[in-house]
């Protein structure tokens, strides 16, 4: 999405002041202009929605300032802190969850109403006859992924998006514990994990998360993660229930 003349007008001043060692004094209306810019921006160079948060003048500008290639997977701290302000939840650091699991089974992790629950994943890998690894979905994605949602974005959503959220969390973990054996090679856990994906959220309620809860959920993938971004735009299934 190329910026429109209108957008580079807007965006001269507080550029050009910033430059000069001012800081930014920007109107509200001209604020939020350079935050949906900076947004449409981010979208263009990753490829991926943002949803929309707290942002001001001076972290709008300063992410227009930036090139596609400074939101790569190297990216600086400095961009991935702009990133995150501006509502793009997979660049923010994710705080240790803190909470030791100590459960006699995996099962015994998803009742667990704390970040420890995410363990689920931890513990099914270590029982694998061979550990997948960094890279494989129990530790890279389930994980991962769990605890980003826990930890980063939950906070910022509805009631109706947290409600959403703890859900389908338990849902993903019920759906593998009952129909994905623990001898599975990490080839299966990754595909039948995946498979369960959409039907879990559809039951979990995302039909009834609104739109701007959605935009957050789908801001906490990765770049790299486009096909499960790809796989959360249930919205069309929703239409048809």
Do not use: W
């Amino acid at each position: 999405m190329l910026l429109s003349s209108r957008s580079l007008t807007l965006l001269a001043l507080p550029l050009i002041a910033a430059v000069a060692g001012c800081a930014v004094d920007a109107s509200p209306a001209t604020s939020d202009a350079l935050c949906a810019d900076a947004r449409a921006h981010v979208t263009t160079c990753l490829g991926v929605e943002i949803a929309e948060s707290a942002c001001n003048a001076d972290d709008a500008a300063a992410i227009l300032a930036e090139p596609c290639s400074a939101f790569g997977d190297d990216k600086s701290d400095r961009a991935a802190n702009l990133l995150c302000r501006l509502g793009v939840y997979s660049a923010c650091s994710v705080p240790g969850c803190g909470v030791a699991g100590l459960e006699s089974s995996c099962a015994a992790y998803i009742d667990h109403e704390d970040c420890a629950q995410c363990d689920y994943y931890l513990c099914r890998d270590a029982q694998a006859p061979m550990s997948c690894g960094d890279a494989g979905y129990y530790q890279g994605f389930g994980y991962a992924y769990c605890l980003r949602y826990m930890q980063v974005t939950t906070p910022h959503m509805t009631p109706v998006g947290r409600a959403f959220m703890h859900d389908v969390r338990r849902c993903l973990m019920r759906v593998m514990e009952s129909d994905i054996a623990p001898t599975a090679t990490c080839t299966d856990v990754r595909a039948a994990a995946f498979a369960s994906h959409e039907q879990c959220y559809v039951d979990a309620g995302f039909c009834n998360v609104g739109l701007a809860d959605r935009a957050r959920i789908l801001a906490t993938v990765s770049p790299q993660d486009l096909d499960y971004q790809l796989m959360l735009r249930t919205s069309a299934r929703c239409l048809t229930r």
